[in-house]
């Protein structure tokens, strides 16, 4: 791999330990994937972020860089951090500082684009959230692989990244064409579906013929859902997403999606309702228009739920839902929104034993903590639960 003499320095350790322990990531990473060079990001995003996921060898890794002085050099917003009991949350915050004394934004959340982190068309970044990369991929036009951790952490650092995969133009072509011959209409039916094709395609470039989505979120879920139980990073819409004119080039394989496919999925996670003790919406975390939709249902429904509901979202997305008279609603029914966290990368096996949500990406999750799931959306769970 190409390199400038900048960066030959950089390696070489003379501009510091950090900078050069960043850059012997990067350069490793982009000599196993036959990156040509190295190229400026915009911004990153890091996942590593919740003591449940990284551990004590997380906050080693984390320590090592802060006591070499290292500072990231573009802006950069972290995942969600979890939630748990006292030691727990003692060493998520040790977490969180050691982030913050890098210049790193703790306003932790999925959903980045919601807030400042939101780039333009074409922007290169380093993003390392599966849902948040797919997003900016496939929504957004922006280009960034699926990074780790690690990797996304030294590529704020030097402000740079691997020039290779999706940040190529050729590997941003489809590589299938997917035929929505199913029912997909409502928002937890693109969580069926991309539940389904994540586990089919594996790491493909999608190209969907026959989706009208109400909605961005409605891609968001699809996106999220085939990156939780699958390796896709990007995917185009006919008539939707803004890559998809140049998103074909040649004959491509062509497969099929009906109604018996996604009733897979459906009866997968259909627990009934004295198996679950908890609802949780917003994963990813969750828009303003989702949350107006919670509190108008609930209002509708006229009585406070049973069992308590848990909406996870961004500050940002908080911040306007408290303005709005959203929040009220919701804490009027027994619901709360949840900032800075998510329930998946907390330890809620301990808390509950069955989870109702209208997110496929959570109940790939949660069901692999061994909770049951019931997967719906958002109407019936509102109205149907206890």
């Known amino acids: 791999m190409y390199l400038t003499k900048e960066e030959e320095l950089i390696l070489a350790g003379e501009y510091g330990y950090a900078l050069q322990k960043a850059m012997e990531i990067l350069v490793a990473l982009g000599e196993i994937y036959g990156a040509d060079m190295l190229i400026p990001i915009k911004s990153a995003q890091i996942a590593g972020v919740s003591y449940k996921n990284i551990g004590d060898a997380g906050i080693e890794f984390l320590q090592d860089f802060v006591n070499a002085g290292a500072k990231v050099s573009v802006y950069t917003t ?24 890098m210049g790193i934004e703790i306003t932790s959340t999925c959903t980045p684009y919601y807030g400042a982190n939101l780039p333009k068309f074409g922007d290169h970044i380093a993003w390392s959230e599966s849902s948040a990369v797919s997003f900016a991929n496939s929504i957004i ?36 064409i997917v035929d929505v011959q199913a029912k997909v209409k409502s928002f937890v039916d693109y969580s069926f579906l991309g539940y389904y094709l994540g586990k089919t395609l594996k ?33 185009h819409v006919e008539g939707e997403t803004p890559e998809y004119r140049g998103a074909i080039d040649d004959e491509l394989e062509k497969i099929q999606v009906d109604d018996e496919a996604l009733n897979e999925v459906k009866e997968k996670y259909n627990a009934e309702w004295t198996d679950i003790d908890v609802i949780v919406i917003g994963c990813p975390h969750a828009s303003i228009q989702e949350i107006k939709e919670v509190a108008g249902l609930l209002a509708m429904r006229g009585k406070p739920l049973k069992i308590p509901l848990y909406i996870m979202a961004s500050r940002t997305v908080k911040f306007l839902a408290d303005s709005l008279g959203y929040s009220a609603i919701i804490e009027r029914y027994n619901g709360r ?35 049951n799931v019931r997967l719906d959306d958002i109407e019936k769970i509102i109205m149907g639960a206890p």
């Open 337 to 371: 929104i949840l900032v800075d966290t998510c329930l998946i990368v907390s330890p809620i096996e301990k808390w509950y034993k069955g989870v109702a949500t209208n997110s496929g990406k959570a109940s790939f999750y949660f069901s692999s903590a061994g909770l």
């Open 78 to 101: 972290l995942n969600p951090a979890g939630i748990g009991d006292e030691l727990f949350m003692e060493k998520q915050r040790e977490i969180l500082e050691l982030y913050k004394a």
């Open 141 to 176: 036009g922006a280009r960034t692989n699926r990074e780790g951790g690690p990797s996304s952490l030294a590529a704020a650092i030097v402000g740079k990244t691997p020039n290779y995969g999706l940040h190529l133009e050729e590997n941003r072509k489809a590589t299938l």
């Open 203 to 235: 790491n493909d470039v999608p190209y969907f013929k026959g989706l009208k989505p109400k909605n961005a979120d409605y891609l968001k879920e699809l996106g999220a859902s085939m990156a939780a139980t699958g390796s896709i990073a990007l995917y």
